[in-house]
């Protein structure tokens, strides 16, 4: 029978419970089913996963679905039971998906090779079955195709070939790795195997409707995507907080395709790869970002103990591999409190230079429309985007940070454009005469300086406006107008001047301006 250019990948597992004798064959082994039964996703890519295998009794069985965990993950809840994972020569189904190997897959096979543009005539010749390990099999660039012909080898571009005809004397047959478990005692209860994973998570995402001016509606939502397997009555968690998976990025060696030279490659990488990538995304590491925590009321409701990882169960689902589900999976009401925030980001270095900041996310520098609300849940807010809309039409979308149940927290809207502001500064001497002031800190020269600042606030909206401002500068304050609340920023202990910042907040009328005044002392080397 001759059959055109199959490509064919399959991938097998095999469990071992009980250590047996040397002398057992593969042919002794059973053929388990097993199912997953619970998973608990995380935002950043990894799911834990609880897998159920039927062991009637003591033997040696055969999982044809091979698991690719996280190192360090794998562990299963019964003693004397050994797993391993195994390369079978197993028949592939004719409408089996193809691997993109060629010489793997047509080992040993007679062939004809027809190339592009018909610039050679065809090659015919058997493909020769290579005895190297899974490392060199990694190393090798797979760019060549190795045949055995009447007068030696034939190394063919597989650029250059157009199509591939094989003679079929026999079924396909290809390796694939298998998880054999064997089983030393079993009193005919299913096996549990747990294990991190890639291929299952969720993203979240909050609707926060403004429609009533003192009231505010808030919707949690949940979007999960499988590419792991198929699931069926999967109990299913959703777990936020900010997880701590050292070697989320490395692959167990029991994985299919693991080599010791990609799993040592993996540790040195010191995750920074896809996996770093997710979690240094705020909407999944639940950093606080631009939240000034010493602005807002701490307050909170106790929530028990132990980490904090927050699990939300959604109940048993199932999921086909390939599939999304969204929905929703809280509601909830609170008061509210609409600002307009200004943050007046600090220009100067550890050392009281001057010196040019890029505009970022945590320090915009103009000001901006917020929500200020407490957490209407019983449980925390992770992080995520936040839609705002107002009677059905849209006002914007931000990060929504971490908060605790009961905690307050900021959310921004959107640019508040009919607020004008500016802010300006000038050095004053410190000395009538004229003379710098110099003083000396740890043997380094420093020149005093008294800097005179004035923000000005105008209000272009038909409304009053309530607005905060947050000032950060690096020095000692002398003097400020408004009474307002000091704070002192962790990102200054190294400094040679305090990290400060000042908190004004102020009403503004319909087309009202406001001046504020202020002065602080500052040590910039000399």
Not at 111 to 125: D, N
Not at 257 to 285: I, P
Not at 316 to 342: C, F, H, P, S
Not at 489 to 513: C, D, F, H, M, Q
Request: charged fraction near 25%.
């Amino acid at each position: 029978m001759r059959v055109f250019l199959l490509m064919i990948s399959v991938s097998a597992l095999v469990l071992t419970v009980s250590p047996l004798p040397a002398q057992d064959k593969p042919a002794q082994e059973q053929p388990a089913k097993s199912k997953i039964v619970s998973v608990g996703l995380f935002k950043n890519g990894l799911a834990i996963v609880k897998r159920e295998i039927e062991v009637p009794g003591p033997g040696t069985y055969r999982l044809d679905d091979v698991p690719e965990p996280v190192h360090g993950t794998w562990w299963i809840d019964s003693p004397g039971v050994e797993t391993s994972v195994e390369m079978r020569e197993s028949e592939v189904a004719d409408d089996a998906a193809p691997a993109g190997n060629l010489q793997e897959e047509l080992a040993g096979k007679l062939v004809t090779v027809h190339f592009r543009g018909g610039k050679l005539g065809e090659m015919r010749g058997t493909v020769l079955k290579l005895n190297e390990s899974p490392t060199d099999t990694a190393r090798r660039t797979e760019r060549m195709l190795i045949l055995k012909t009447r007068t030696g080898r034939l190394y063919v571009d597989i650029a250059e070939i157009a199509a591939v005809d094989v003679d079929w004397k026999d079924r396909a047959t290809a390796k694939k790795p298998v998880l054999i478990l064997r089983v030393a005692k079993a009193d005919g209860k299913a096996l549990h195997v747990t294990y991190l994973t890639h291929g299952l998570s969720w993203a979240s995402s909050y609707r926060v409707d403004i429609s009533d001016p003192k009231s505010l509606k808030l919707e949690l939502g949940g979007v999960i995507r499988n590419e792991l397997a198929d699931l069926k009555d999967a109990q299913m968690r959703l777990i936020s907080g900010f997880p701590s998976v050292q070697f989320g990025h490395v692959k167990s060696l029991l994985a299919p395709k693991a080599s010791w030279a990609a799993f040592f490659q993996e540790l040195r990488s010191g995750g920074r790869g896809f996996d770093q990538a997710l979690l240094l995304q705020n909407t999944t590491s639940n950093d606080r970002g631009y939240v000034n925590v010493m602005a807002l009321n701490l307050s909170a409701n106790p929530m028990g103990e132990g980490v904090d990882l927050h699990y939300q169960s959604i109940g048993k689902r199932t999921l086909a591999k390939g599939d999304a589900l969204a929905l929703t999976l809280a509601e909830g009401k609170a008061t509210y409190e609409r600002i307009v925030e200004w943050i007046i980001p600090d220009n100067r270095d550890e050392h009281g230079r001057y010196h040019a900041r890029a505009r970022s996310e945590d320090e915009p520098e103009d000001p901006w429309d917020a929500l200020r609300f407490k957490n209407p849940f019983d449980f925390p807010m992770t992080t995520g985007p936040a839609l705002v809309t107002a009677k059905g039409q849209f006002n914007g979308q931000r990060t929504c940070y971490w908060v605790n149940a009961g905690e307050e927290t900021c959310v921004r809207i959107t640019k508040a454009l009919s607020i004008r502001t500016r802010n300006v500064e000038q050095e004053v001497l410190a000395k009538g005469n004229g003379e710098a002031d110099i003083i000396y800190v740890g043997g380094n020269r420093y020149r005093r300086s008294t800097i005179a600042a004035e923000i000005a606030v105008s209000n272009h909206r038909s409304e009053n406006v309530k607005m905060l401002i947050r000032r950060r500068f690096s020095g000692e304050l002398k003097s400020a107008d408004g009474d307002p609340k000091t704070f002192l920023r962790e990102e200054g202990a190294y400094s040679v001047n305090k990290r400060n910042e000042l908190t004004w907040t102020i009403t503004l009328r319909p087309g009202e301006e406001q001046k504020l005044q202020y002065r602080y002392n500052v040590l910039v080397a000399h």
